[in-house]
T-cell receptor, first 118, second 112 residues
Framework: GAVVSQHPSWVICKSGTSVKIECRSL??????MFWYRQFPKQSLMLMAT?????????EQGVEKDKFLINHASLTLSTLTVTSAHPEDSSFYIC??????????????FGPGTRLTVT | AQSVTQLGSHVSVSEGALVLLRCNYS??????LFWYVQYPNQGLQLLLK??????LVKGINGFEAEFKKSETSFHLTKPSAHMSDAAEYFC??????????FGKGTMLLVSP
């Protein structure tokens, strides 16, 4: 199956700093990437959807100036948490989906990134 | 709008016993249905999916699920639980391969 990687897998940063998380599709071209947030013992919450070369579409209640998403290529999307605070500590998961000839394919999930803000 | 209800936040079984994790969905269009498994501090792994065709779907690790339109259900089963099956399981629904809507998850606990 298709492989999606995330880097880093675990990051600790100080309050007020910014941190960047990368999501890569390793063996397919991802026309769409999704970013999810997961709190402990809870389900995944979709934060935003990004299409290659376009601005991301954010879900209601997600601050787009705080969670900057860039999808500059068909294999890479980045999520930057700006001016991080302890309440931003969470597990962030990306997924990627390809498409061709007007047909879209299923999402493949990355392994997740654990962010801890101290 | 679509939604997923997973009955039971925790399910406990003994090793070797039948596993049944319940999922009911709501969708105004023919749904695509998915079951994912998540181990601690890891991403989601697809167990199985229903898109069209045969309503009984077999997945990895001996799991299967049956799409029942009349009951709007997609319950996950495994005949004999193994200790390694202990994990969080998520049911999800989508319209085609569009945005996924996840249930709240069910933690499967397997005792020896």
């Amino acid at each position: 199956g298709a492989v999606v990687s995330q880097h880093p897998s675990w990051v600790i940063c100080k309050s007020g700093t910014s941190v960047k998380i990368e999501c890569r599709s390793l063996d397919f071209q991802a026309t769409t990437m999704f970013w999810y947030r997961q709190f402990p013992k809870q389900s995944l919450m979709l934060m935003a959807t990004s299409n290659e070369g376009s601005k991301a579409t954010y879900e209601q209640g997600v601050e787009k100036d705080k969670f900057l998403i860039n999808h500059a290529s068909l294999t890479l999307s980045t999520l930057t948490v700006t001016s991080a605070h302890p309440e931003d500590s969470s597990f962030y998961i990306c997924s990627a989906r390809g498409s061709a000839g007007g047909e879209t394919y299923e999402q493949y999930f990355g392994p997740g990134t654990r962010l801890t803000v101290t | 709008a679509q939604s997923v209800t997973q009955l039971g936040s925790h399910v406990s079984v003994s090793e070797g016993a039948l596993v049944l994790l319940r999922c009911n969905y709501s969708s105004s269009v023919p749904p695509y249905l998915f079951w994912y498994v998540q181990y601690p501090n890891q991403g989601l792994q697809l167990l199985l999916k229903y898109t069209t065709g045969a309503t009984l779907v077999k997945g990895i690790n001996g799991f299967e699920a049956e799409f029942k339109k009349s009951e709007t259900s997609f319950h996950l089963t495994k005949p004999s639980a193994h200790m390694s099956d202990a994990a969080e399981y998520f049911c999800a629904v989508s319209r085609g391969y569009s945005t996924l809507t996840f249930g709240k998850g069910t933690m499967l606990l397997v005792s020896p």
